[in-house]
């Protein structure tokens, strides 16, 4: 190695420090749930027939803070106590429960790519785009950057693009790039179009007629925030491309053999039916499974691999992903330990309470900032539009802020936090599947995140004073 590309003392300490290992993290955040269970006091709302928060109908619990509650049990229905220390470890299994379907799915999607990496055909397709584009990034990255945000911000794609990401990390590779690029590419594109779900139904659906607006109805506004946020998304995604890796560029790849536009046909067929399926048919990821499946089986009979041969790629591709498969468990058993020690209700009860009898701008703004603390304890974008949304609505109106803009701040709240939480399981799916470490795209998204934080308290301003 040269002495201008090799890594200084110094560089490779401050990398060391900079590494989190993504396992301790979550085993941190874990102890973390099971201390607040301790400190916070336990509360409940009451609930609806459809399982809707009720304003109003809070009460505070009793629960024991002596040895006893050190043990492992279960509280009565209308009691509480603190977690016990035990839940550290009995949260994990009780996630991966929980999110078995998640799991499963992320499981099979990696036997699936197994078999196509095996076949060389994802490679070579890669290869001839770059060959095709001549490396032309200041193109193809804003195109892909679109196409992916759209199908994330109109449809509510996300748990899709997993299968995304690793074409992205071929073509970064092929295109002279770092595989960063093509992560950020992906996982930039995706979390802005959430962000500003434009007319996601995914969040919508649950968050708008709570506060009483007609579904998918406002989108003009998000649309322009959108258009917005993408475009500074873009201008960060690109000035990674000075980062280059001439060393993996390919210059003049050959044409695809017939077999490999078979396997690559084949792709395209199952990547359109996951999107119909999830966009028309209301799919989730008992049905992405099956077709994961379907796919691993049709490339190896498009490729002519040997049964035996099939098999065994699929379950290396398999193993592959068990750390995201426990990972996502572990940042469900965060959700689990605080839903079990009943402080959730408590938290979005006090923060509530902060939004009370402040001007109409602020009152957005702390909506937002609510929904910011809530993210990172609630990763799943529904649960928290079912928690937040009755409670934060009325408080809302009383201030004189809109529904529309109550479910902005909403929308802001939750994209945001989501685009770096260390306990949004999909996040650390995605880092996984991508082979990134936690604290790289931290460093890359902080100042993206912070930025967008910015437009996004003044976008909340402008909602609130024109009475979006």
Known sequence: MSHATAPSVSHVKAARRWSLDPVLMMFAALTVAVA???????????????????????????KPHDLTALLPAKAAPDAARPASPAAIVTAIPAGMVRAAGLIGMLLFLGGMFGVLRATGALEAAIARLATVTRGRVGLVAPALMIAISAGSTFLGLISEYLLVI????????????????????????????????????????????????????????????WVIFLGIGMVFVLR?????????????????????RAIMLVL????????????????????????????????????GLAPGKAVHHFIDGMKSMVLAGLLVGMAVGVEIVL??????????????????????????HVLMGIEMVLTLLIPSTSAKAALSMPILGPIAQMSGVTGQSTVLAFLLGNGL????????????????????????????????????????????????????
């Open 36 to 62: 607040l269970t301790w400190i916070i006091p336990s509360g409940t709302y009451q609930r609806d027939a459809k399982g809707l928060v009720v304003p109003g109908t809070f009460q505070q619990l009793d």
């Open 166 to 225: 690793p074409m992205m990390l071929s073509l970064s590779r092929a295109m002279g790039l770092t595989p960063f690029f093509g992560f950020a590419l992906v996982t930039v594109a995706a979390k802005i179009g959430y962000l500003c779900s434009v007319a996601n139904p995914v969040a919508l659906v649950v968050a708008q007629p709570i506060v009483g607006v007609p579904i998918l109805s406002g989108l003009g506004f998000r649309f322009a925030l």
């Open 240 to 260: 990674l491309a000075r980062q280059r890796d001439e060393t993996s560029a390919v210059h003049d790849a050959p044409k695809l053999t017939s077999r490999q």
């Open 268 to 303: 395209a067929a199952g990547t359109t039916i996951l999107v119909s399926g999830s966009a028309f048919l209301h799919w989730h990821y008992a049905e992405f499974t099956a077709v994961y499946i379907a796919l691993a089986a049709s490339i190896a009979l498009a490729a």
């Open 339 to 364: 839903r079990e020690g009943r402080v959730l209700d408590t938290l979005i009860h006090a923060l509530a309470r902060q939004a009370e009898g402040l001007a109409p701008v602020l009152v957005g």
């Open 417 to 468: 936090v989501n685009t770096i939480s260390p306990t949004s399981g999909m996040l650390l799916a995605f880092l996984a599947t991508g082979g990134i470490s936690y604290s790289q795209w931290f460093r890359f998204a902080l100042p993206l995140v912070g930025l967008l934080t910015v437009l996004a308290l003044i976008a909340m301003a402008v909602a609130v004073l024109t009475h979006y």
